[in-house]
């Protein structure tokens, strides 16, 4: 059974950094694609960032490029998600979520909730103006 787990997020202040942690069991994490994305009350979730299975290719929402940035560790079995410059706008809770695919990482492609397997259980951000 696969199992994510999400750590770091936290109570901060606009302008202030957080870096997000999702640790990966159960399975070679190298199989998973991973992606990060965010959700508020009575809305839809949505994708925050994507990395390959190497992390040598990434995917950012056009509301978080150049201040957000997705890595993984695999030999930690990790993904990050590295907050920069938040806004309160980006209060939300963050999840992570793997995809299954020993395929070539196609750009663009892994923005829909639908195309993941596993979720972790969530983690708050809260960003106070």
């Known amino acids: 059974q696969v199992q994510l787990v999400e750590s770091g997020g936290g109570l901060v202040q606009t302008g202030d950094s957080l870096r997000l942690s999702c640790a990966v069991s159960?399975?070679?994490?190298?199989?998973?694609?991973m992606g990060w994305f965010r959700q508020a009350p009575g809305k839809e979730r949505e994708f925050v960032a994507a990395?390959?299975?190497?992390?040598?290719?990434?995917d950012y929402a056009d509301s978080v490029k150049g201040r957000f940035t997705i890595s993984r560790d695999n030999a930690k079995n990790t993904v990050y998600l590295q907050m920069n410059s938040l806004k309160p706008e980006d209060t939300d809770v963050y999840y992570c979520?793997?995809?299954?695919?020993?395929?070539?990482?196609?750009?663009?492609?892994?923005?829909?909730?639908?195309?993941?397997?596993?979720w972790g259980q969530g983690t708050q951000v809260t960003v106070s103006s």
């Open positions: 159960g399975d070679t994490f190298s199989n998973y694609i």
């Open positions: 990395i390959s299975r190497s992390g040598g290719s990434t």
């Open positions: 979520a793997a995809r299954v695919d020993r395929g070539t990482y196609r750009s663009g492609t892994y923005y829909l909730p639908s195309r993941y397997h596993y």
